[in-house]
């Protein structure tokens, strides 16, 4: 979604959290009196600009608003939840936001593990590779989709012009990536995945880096082939790594937002109305803001409750049997 | 030598596939390249083609032109530094008093903050459209600035965070027994020692405002608008100029794409940080 997600460096938590390195020095008043002074302007602002608006948010679900400024509003309980239940559109977008996510995260570990592979089997060499490679994370969202959707229009674009040229299509206008309803979910990933599989192959690259070499070569000798080896020893050393990377991905594939937006704004027929555009439409176009703080409140629980379990489950911070 | 280094025929092989790779890649942004240099109608041509038939800058020099995109640059540039220093001014003491400190609070702050990055980006957005409007900041650069630093803050906790986390405490500590107050040893002892670790954090936050969208949507209509919306609005507002899109695309990403290629050394330690550390 944004550029600082695609950056995520969600394992810091564990460092910071997990570190068993001993405390040296004294513990005394003063530290922590010196270490509240400096935290306080970070958490004043967290809590104004980041907090505060959530509760709001939160505090809206239980309302019936009108769109118009200054009208009045009333408390509805549980009202707004009800009817985001019962809608059609929130429950396909639910199951769209989640095709959506396994879509991206599926595809760039298998790729991203894939040419981290490939970096570590060409060695020092590869490096110049590496940083041109990891271009495209630098580039904005709305930008990747403009792009992508001008390589795939229906009439004029080039990836298909090219797979008719090389024969894999009978004509240009065979296949229409993004107004066909039933292939436009997995279009608009594309530049997700082409935009972020290079996050993924440099974490895990740099994952591949710590292996220890003795426990391959001793696979090795053993008679292990690559594949024996990759699934036995490279995946489960490289679990904790392969989580972070996942999770972190995860969370911000589920908030994709205007990379959807700008290649197709929903459509068509809605088939790539996620749950973020899907909230956002329904706070602006449509205005109901109740509606949409309802709408917005399951999904902030349900991706907060996925990462939790993840987190304890795949990632395990400071488990000592990694 | 990594033992999954590769030797002997093979290799041949595997670098065709990462050439392979490597173009595939690198593809659809040189195409946009390409593209930029056409003729505006060459752009839109059926059949498309991948090389210009002549290379101009028309698409260039009609897309600066365009009203609002010279304002809409300068808004990213302020509003981007803006953001990264307030970023940086928040998040690095915080950072320290987390690493250096090690209080039941400092952990409280550093789970809270991770839990900031899981929120959908419209449930902080639709409020603050309001909050911003009650401050008086609706509509300028440094209300949007705000807004972005609720992405890079957290993020740049994190990264300060581990940089400070490979400073060994006992320098500080040594610090503060030669008589250096505790302020004094964090400014001039440690400070100092991780401003690899600034820079790093302050392209990343540089890099959260100038790509942002969503809050850049809603927080703003005409005077501070960003270039995002504005490249977003290419559509729209002229009908089907891709080659004006094309051009403003490139002016806008290929700045911070050479930022990366010079600085790729630290950006690769700021991204892999603490993923493998643990």
Redesign the interface.
């Known amino acids: ?5 695609r ?13 068993g390195r001993p ?3 004294r ?1 005394d008043r ?3 009196r ?3 002074l ?2 306080t ?3 004043l ?2 809590a ?3 907090l ?3 509760a ?2 939160i505090y ?1 679900s239980f309302f019936e608003i009108s769109p118009f400024a200054g009208a009045p509003r009333t408390f509805v309980g549980l009202a707004n939840y009800a009817d985001a239940f019962a809608s059609d559109a929130f429950r396909s977008a639910s199951v769209r936001t989640v095709a959506y996510t396994l879509v991206v995260v599926g595809m760039e570990f298998v790729l991203g593990l894939a ?1 981290a ?7 020092q060499r ?1 490096a110049v ?15 990747a989709g ?3 959707r ?2 795939l229009i229906d ?4 990836v298909n ?2 797979l008719f040229e090389a024969g894999i299509l009978a004509s ?1 206008d065979q296949v229409q990536w993004l107004s066909d309803p039933g292939i436009a979910l997995f279009s608009v990933a594309i530049p997700d995945i ?1 935009l972020t599989t290079s ?1 993924i192959t ?2 895990l ?7 220890p ?2 426990v ?2 001793a696979a ?1 000798i053993d008679g292990a082939r690559y594949p024996r080896i990759l699934f036995s020893i ?1 995946i489960p050393l490289l679990r ?2 392969i989580a ?2 996942l999770i972190v991905r995860g ?1 911000d594939a589920a ?1 994709a ?2 990379i959807i ?2 290649q197709t704004d929903g459509g068509p027929q809605g088939s790539t109305t996620t ?2 555009l899907l ?2 439409r329904t ?1 602006t176009r449509f205005g109901d ?1 109740g509606l ?2 309802a709408m ?2 399951v ?2 629980v349900v ?2 409750a996925v ?1 939790i379990a993840a987190i304890t489950l795949i990632w395990r ?1 400071g488990s000592s049997a990694r | ?6 030797r002997g025929r093979s ?1 041949v092989v ?2 065709l ?2 050439a392979a ?2 173009i595939l ?2 593809f ?2 040189i ?2 390249l390409l ?1 930029s240099f056409k003729a505006p109608l060459d752009a ?5 083609s ?1 090389f210009p038939e002549v290379l101009t800058l028309e698409n260039y020099v009609s897309a600066l032109a365009r009203e609002g995109v010279p304002a809409a640059l300068i808004n990213s540039v302020v509003t981007a530094v803006v953001s990264t220093a307030l970023s940086l ?3 690095v ?2 950072a ?8 039941p ?3 409280v ?20 459209v ?2 911003m409007r009650g401050l008086g900041v609706t509509d300028t650069s440094f209300g949007l600035a ?2 972005h ?7 740049s ?3 300060m ?2 940089f400070f ?1 490979a400073v060994p ?2 320098l500080g ?1 040594a610090a503060q027994i030669d008589g250096c107050s ?2 004094q040893a964090m400014v001039r002892v440690v400070l100092p020692l991780v401003s690899g670790g600034l820079a790093v954090t302050a392209i ?2 540089f ?2 405002s ?5 809050f850049a949507l809603l927080l703003t209509s005409v005077r501070a608008q960003t270039t ?1 919306v504005v ?2 609005n ?2 729209s507002q002229f009908g089907l100029d ?1 080659g004006g ?2 051009a403003l ?1 490139a002016v ?2 290929i700045p ?2 050479l ?3 010079f600085l ?1 050394r630290h ?2 330690a ?9």
């Open positions: 979604m944004d550029t600082s997600s950056h995520a460096v969600a394992g810091t938590a564990h460092t910071v959290l997990a570190s405390r040296t020095g513990k003063g530290d922590r010196f270490a509240l400096l935290m302007p970070a958490v602002f967290l104004t600009f980041v505060w608006p959530l709001r948010f809206d040419i592979l490939l970096f570590t089997a060409l060695g590869s590779f590496r940083t041109v490679f990891m271009y495209p994370l630098m580039i904005a969202p709305v930008v403009l792009l992508w001008f390589l009439n004029f674009g080039i012009q090219l240009p082409w996050f440099l974490v690259f740099a994952g591949l880096q710590n292996i070499g003795d391959i070569e090795r490279i904790p790594v972070v990377a969370i908030r937002f205007d937006l700008i749950l973020s909230i956002y706070m803001p949409a703080s917005g409140t999904y902030l991706m907060l990462a911070p | 030598m990594n033992p999954l280094e590769t290799r595997l670098w596939l990462l790779a490597i890649y690198g659809p942004f195409y946009l593209t839109i041509a059926v059949p498309p991948v001014v928040l998040a003491p915080a320290y008093a987390i690493t250096r400190f090690r209080t609070s400092g952990r702050f550093v789970v809270a903050a991770l839990v900031t990055r899981m929120v959908p980006t419209i449930a902080v957005g639709a409020p603050l309001e909050i705000l807004a630093t609720t992405i890079s803050l957290p993020l906790i994190w990264l965070a581990s986390e405490d006992e500590e505790r302020p990343f936050a890099l959260a100038w790509n942002e969208f969503l995002p490249i977003a290419f559509q891709w899109m094309t695309a806008y990403s911070v794409i930022l990366t290629l790729q950006i690769v700021g991204l892999t940080l603490g993923a493998v550390k643990g």
